[in-house]
């Protein structure tokens, strides 16, 4: 890990205090990343209600360029030389990192909790586009939701590394985690009021490792 992907990570607990206590945590779960970035794995991240909405969000932060350009080598620019478009592609195009929110597939979602049952749908995803390169990010304020808790089974069953986002309280998903990185709250809203910062600076530190210069 780069002196300068640290220092991002440092940085989160001068700005939230509460936070400092999960600072080795947050180090360990960029590094699984990292490690599976460079191996050819992806992210995989699955949440509800809100928790959801942050896995669309992290999605965002880590597909395009966060607050760097990530723009293509000329040497990745020249795959593009023989195409009409090759001007609005390569000035458009931005380098990203692999990763899919597990409840952004809404079609695939309803079909299999009517014909299955619903608390397997993200196991279901973890085993379908699951690698063993890959990574799952399992948000949980509570740490035990059911369907979360099936995914994280799965998911080390075939030998996938998971990263836990929870609250204070031991939960279920922990014992499957490689680690587990906890806002210091225990109300839902409170800990994803913590979540937010806390994958903020995941995905500072990985743009960083793989874009900064």
Same mark, same amino acid.
């Given at each position: 890990?780069?002196? $300068?992907?640290?220092?991002?990570?440092?940085?989160?607990?001068?700005?939230?205090?509460?936070?400092?206590?999960?600072?080795?945590? &947050?180090?360990?779960?960029?590094?699984?990343?990292?490690?599976?970035?460079?191996? @050819?794995?992806?992210?995989?991240?699955? @949440?509800?209600?809100?928790?959801? /909405?942050? =896995?669309?969000? &992290?999605?965002?932060?880590?597909?395009?360029?966060?607050?760097?350009?990530?723009?293509?080598?000329?040497?990745? =620019?020249?795959?593009?030389?023989?195409? !009409?478009?090759?001007? #609005?592609?390569?000035?458009?195009?931005?380098?990203?990192?692999? =990763?899919? =929110?597990?409840?952004?597939? $809404?079609?695939?979602?309803?079909?299999? %909790?009517?014909?299955?049952?619903?608390?397997?749908?993200?196991?279901?995803?973890?085993?379908?586009?699951?690698?063993?390169?890959?990574?799952?990010?399992?948000?949980?304020? $509570? @740490?035990?939701?059911?369907?979360?808790? #099936?995914? %994280?089974?799965? /998911?080390?069953?075939?030998?996938?590394?998971?990263?836990?986002?929870?609250?204070?309280?031991?939960?279920?998903?922990?014992?499957? %985690?490689?680690?587990?990185?906890?806002? !210091?709250?225990?109300?839902?809203?409170?800990?994803?009021?913590?979540?937010?910062?806390?994958?903020?600076?995941? %995905?500072?530190?990985?743009?960083?490792?793989?874009?900064?210069?």
């Amino acid at each position: 890990m780069k002196d $300068s992907t640290k220092k991002i990570i440092e940085e989160l607990s001068n700005r939230y205090p509460d936070l400092k206590n999960q600072e080795e945590n &947050i180090i360990s779960a960029v590094t699984i990343l990292i490690n599976s970035y460079k191996n @050819g794995g992806k992210l995989l991240i699955c @949440g509800n209600g809100g928790s959801a /909405a942050d =896995a669309l969000h &992290i999605v965002g932060e880590l597909m395009k360029g966060f607050i760097k350009e990530r723009t293509l080598s000329d040497e990745e =620019a020249n795959a593009y030389n023989n195409l !009409p478009d090759k001007e #609005l592609i390569c000035t458009s195009l931005q380098k990203g990192l692999p =990763a899919i =929110a597990l409840n952004s597939e $809404s079609a695939l979602f309803t079909a299999y %909790c009517n014909d299955k049952n619903p608390d397997m749908v993200f196991a279901q995803q973890v085993f379908g586009y699951g690698k063993n390169e890959d990574v799952l990010l399992a948000i949980s304020t $509570s @740490g035990n939701s059911k369907n979360i808790v #099936l995914a %994280c089974e799965v /998911a080390v069953a075939n030998g996938i590394k998971i990263i836990g986002l929870t609250g204070n309280k031991t939960g279920k998903i922990d014992e499957y %985690c490689e680690t587990v990185i906890k806002a !210091p709250f225990t109300g839902a809203y409170e800990v994803q009021e913590r979540h937010l910062p806390i994958y903020h600076c995941i %995905c500072l530190a990985l743009e960083e490792e793989f874009f900064g210069e």
